[in-house]
């Protein structure tokens, strides 16, 4: 499985910005989708995870209200929809995929992701 994040970029506090992640899932796989970020000095942290149907979703405290995890299985893809963004929000942005057993499933714990995206940066200016 390949994941390929974008639509990083640099926005100033307040403003939105929407990520995807194009994965090369094949039908009859079924996989929740993760986002995660790094910033500078910290360790990765969970932020959105979505399950392979799509009608299952987990925010972390810190976002919850502000970003909306979305999918599009017909299209390979998943978002990240971020608004009212805050400096603190500054990180590089990871999708993952962590194999499920069905397709109603989310999964939080970074160490049951198996495959990970390069990441894409967010910088949010005061």
């Known amino acids: 499985v390949q994941l390929q994040a974008s639509g990083g970029g640099l926005v100033q506090a307040g403003g939105s910005l929407r990520l995807s992640c194009a994965t090369s899932?094949?039908?009859?796989?079924?996989?929740?989708m993760g986002w995660f970020r790094q910033a500078p000095g910290k360790e990765r942290e969970f932020v959105a995870a979505?399950?392979?149907?799509?009608?299952?979703?987990y925010y972390a405290d810190s976002v919850k209200g502000r970003f909306t995890v979305s999918r599009d299985n017909a299209k390979n893809t998943v978002f990240l929809q971020m608004n009212s963004l805050k400096p603190e929000d500054t990180a590089v942005y990871y999708c993952?995929?962590?194999?499920?057993?069905?397709?109603?499933?989310?999964?939080?714990?970074?160490?049951?992701?198996?495959?990970w995206g390069q990441g894409t940066l967010v910088t949010v200016s005061s």
């Open positions: 993952a995929a962590a194999s499920t057993i069905n397709t109603n499933i989310v999964v939080t714990a970074m160490t049951l992701y198996d495959y």
């Open positions: 899932i094949r039908t009859g796989s079924t996989y929740s």
């Open positions: 979505i399950s392979w149907g799509g009608y299952s979703t």
